[in-house]
């Protein structure tokens, strides 16, 4: 994490013949600030800017706009603070990702280590008050959203863009889990002395881990507390709700014990059919003496139903219908 070359040298030099001096970083990572950082009055990341990177740093440094984005990792003090340090580079050509779940914020939030600074965090020419949180329910059951609202106000005399961050702690879960997880965010530009009512909905989801043991996503009912603010260090209101269980389900009906299958229907060979006395019987009962045409034991290998397509005349569904249910009879 180290700037390469003598750069953190150039920097207290300049630092200390012009005390005003802002130092602007273009890193794609965090970087060691330590050498540097108590000596000047303001740092400006610019990660790996494009082609404007000129045109807009002079709008930032000049005051034309103010700034607007937050981080989205954590800077720590050092780089032995960082949750992989223990496991990276690995030994025998292999990494293990010992961190778990507890990655960025969450790490250091878990081990209560102070960042150089936070996930989320970032500064503008403007200071922001928050107020009245409050949650339209305070208990939700699952698979409800949780929607609540919030009052931002821009306190300076410039315009600026908030970044609303909303974050949520599990305080029942069953496994381990980080203190807080970011959960949603909403950016909002503001006039001097402006107040805006922003309303969030949290989707279910965001109330879920996943449970390696059950292969699912899941969330435990109980306490839960809704936190909002400026970066995960920086939470300016709190408010605690509920998820509550989901409901018992009845015990269910016992279906009553199927009934054995019929002998004999309309699906039945006609060879078996006539085979059987009873069940001749029964078919007698309903075509009379048709039972013997010749006609009938030729097609001894189909099914009346197969029989009735090829004498739709005579075998009509209704008789069909009344020759099945005499022969569903037959024990």
Known sequence: MRLPGAQDELIRAVAAVNPRTI??????????????????????????AGQEWGNALADLLFGDASPSGRLPLTFPMRLEDNPAYVNYPGENGHVRYGEGIFVGYRYY????????????????????????????????RPGEKLAFSVDVTNKGDREAQEVVQVY????????????????AFRKVALAPGQTETVRIELEPRALQYYDDAQAAWVADPGAFELRVGRSSRDIRLRAAFTLEAEPQQEAPVEAPAPSAPARFSIDTHIGQILDDPDAKAAL????GEAVDLPQLRMARDLSLRQAAAFAPQQLTPELLATIDAALKKVS
């Open 23 to 48: 130092v602007v970083v273009n890193s794609g990572s965090p970087i060691d600030m330590r050498g540097w950082i108590g000596c000047v009055p303001a740092v400006l990341q610019g990660w790996l």
């Open 109 to 140: 939030d878990y081990k209560d280590v102070a960042p150089l600074f936070p996930f989320g965090h970032g500064l503008a020419y403007t200071d922001f008050a928050y107020d009245n949180l409050r949650l339209e329910r305070d208990s939700i």
């Open 284 to 287: 007698r009962s309903v075509i």
């Open 168 to 183: 949520v702690h599990d305080v029942e879960a069953r496994l381990a889990r980080p203190p807080q997880e970011l959960k």
